[in-house]
């Protein structure tokens, strides 16, 4: 319709010369008007006559054509301020979109390692890395997949329990003790392969830059004696994971997700799971479930011989 397209140029003019809006979101403005008009056009309706019926639609249409929640935003982004335009314009009385909303992007899963890969990435060894670097770096990472700690908590931690430390290892029970988000403490089990890679760990702990070690209670620290950092700490593990031959980039968090998936896997205690994790909310922690079911599925169209038709 000519009345519609004479709209639109008169609001791309206002908001390049008025608003003073750069030539790229002008730009994108133009094409989200276009397919404004082209859907209205179709529809039979001109643009000052669209209702909140019509919006509903188009945007539903616009999602099961396979545009993404975010993608459906911006453009409908782009509508909403054309008609607050229109709206102080006099030309309608009442904005079709508002209190209207985008479909709800989906929340993506934790990333999380296979089984197979979170072995590989603790027990893989460099015959040419240094022996300290080495005893601490499969140290961290097989505490970090034994106990789903959060990074902040590993480097929090000390070689041994005092009045001031913020967490420790009790070896002889095979217990973490850390200090989580909200300043709650918590305490969770550390396996067997984790306290034999710390005792190995603790043996050779001492720096070895000795002249500029300074006094360091931590239980992880860096050649010259200082705490470790996380940002340290993610660096290590990034190389680990390329060392290891792991396909995808190793983070901290990608343990404590690993962890959590796995021993949800194998025991099915989404509660247990919960006070490992130090998880508030329980609500929290049942994204893993949606990791749990993803590995149910894989499972069962690998093995039901009915799970997906077979092409002859």
Do not use: C
């Amino acid at each position: 319709m000519a009345e519609d397209a004479e709209l639109v140029q008169r609001y791309l003019a206002h908001a390049k010369f008025e608003k003073r809006l750069a030539a790229r979101t002008v730009t994108l403005y133009t094409g989200d008007l276009q397919r404004l008009q082209a859907l209205a056009d179709k529809d039979k309706v001109a643009l000052t006559a669209v209702q909140a019926h019509h919006m509903r639609r188009w945007m539903a249409q616009m999602h099961s054509s396979g545009r993404t929640p975010r993608g459906i935003s911006l453009i409908t982004s782009g509508w909403r301020g054309f008609y607050a335009w229109l709206g102080r314009e006099g030309l309608v009385s009442a904005n079709p979109l508002a209190g209207m909303r985008a479909p709800k992007a989906a929340k993506p899963l934790p990333k999380a390692l296979n089984v197979d890969d979170a072995v590989q990435l603790a027990s893989h060894h460099n015959d040419k890395q240094d022996p300290w670097l080495q005893a601490r770096d499969i140290a961290m990472v097989e505490l970090l997949y034994s106990s789903g700690l959060r990074v902040a908590e590993l480097t929090g931690l000390d070689v041994q329990a005092s009045g001031t430390a913020r967490g420790w290892i009790d070896m002889d029970s095979a217990e973490a003790h850390v200090l989580g988000k909200g300043s709650k403490r918590r305490s969770v089990p550390v396996g067997e392969k984790a306290i034999a890679a710390l005792r190995e760990w603790l043996q050779i702990r001492t720096p070895p830059l000795p002249e500029h070690a300074q006094s360091q209670t931590a239980l992880f620290v860096g050649i010259r004696g200082t705490r470790l950092t996380s940002q340290a700490i993610w660096q290590r593990l990034r190389a680990r994971g390329v060392q290891a031959g792991i396909n995808t980039p190793v983070h901290p968090h990608m343990l404590r997700h690993s962890f959590a998936s796995h021993v949800l896997q194998s025991s099915g205690d989404l509660r247990a799971v919960q006070e490992m994790l130090g998880h508030a909310n329980i609500g929290t922690t049942q994204i893993y479930t949606r990791l749990d079911y993803q590995h149910l599925a894989k499972a069962y169209d690998a093995a039901h011989p009915r799970a997906r038709r077979k092409t002859p």
